[in-house]
């Protein structure tokens, strides 16, 4: 079975903060991405990275950074984060294009 | 326009009811479809993906058109365990293969 593994499912920070959210996976996949899901908005494609130090903005990319050093490991970073980002972020990742992508469980983040 | 678009329902149905759900896209280049389920402070997951000729998993039948950029989630036979939020999930190659998903359609199965 793919296992994908984020590394906190609560976290509260504080406005300001610099917020690292990681994200490893065990399948050797190719694709990795980073979404956030708010009520009423859906998921939300923040970024993603279709092979080792590579990136792709996403929809929502302003605010975030990400960084891919491996292939297993894909890190969300919030700058300095704000109340807005508040929200439930979900990482995945899929074999190649065009094949389906499996989650994590998700991280639920509050900056207060 | 969204890219991949859903009716938000909610949708609520009593057991045994077949219910069918609808998601347009607008991107004729997309490549690949699937339906997604997701429970309450859950995430998603597969519950299948979406292939031209059409495919069946037991009570769940989806259909693709592209000439009319459409897919559609048939459930037969409801079951209170059917009750979860249905996501609908395009691929397009040309962007590098970005999943766009769809809002969600909210199922509740009743008895």
């Known amino acids: 079975d793919v296992k994908v593994t984020q590394s906190s499912r609560y976290l509260v920070k504080r406005t300001g903060e610099k917020v690292f959210l990681e994200c490893v996976q065990d399948?050797?996949?190719?694709?990795m991405f980073w979404y956030r899901q708010d009520p009423g908005l859906g998921l939300r494609l923040i970024y993603f990275s279709y092979d080792v130090k590579m990136k792709e903005k996403g929809d929502i990319p302003e605010g975030y950074s990400v960084s891919r050093e491996k292939k297993e490991r894909f890190s969300l970073i919030l700058e300095s984060a704000s109340t807005n980002q508040t929200s439930m972020y979900l990482c995945a990742s899929s074999r190649q294009v065009n094949t389906e992508a499996f989650f994590g469980q998700g991280t639920r983040l509050t900056v207060v | 326009r969204k890219e991949v678009e859903q009716d938000p329902g909610p949708f609520n149905v009593p057991e045994g009811a077949t219910v069918a759900f609808n998601c347009t896209y607008s991107n004729s280049a997309s490549q690949s479809f699937f339906w997604y389920r997701q429970d309450c402070r859950k995430e998603p997951k597969l519950l299948m993906s979406?292939?031209?000729s059409g495919n069946e998993d037991g009570r769940f039948t989806a259909q693709l058109n592209r000439a009319s950029q459409y897919i559609s989630l048939l459930i037969r036979d409801s079951k209170l365990s059917d009750s979860a939020t249905y996501l609908c999930?395009?691929?397009?190659?040309?962007?590098?293969?970005?999943?766009?998903f769809g809002q969600g359609t909210e199922l509740s199965v009743k008895p």
């Open positions: 979406v292939y031209s």
């Open positions: 999930v395009v691929n397009t190659n040309n962007q590098g293969g970005k999943l766009i």
């Open positions: 399948m050797d996949h190719e694709n």
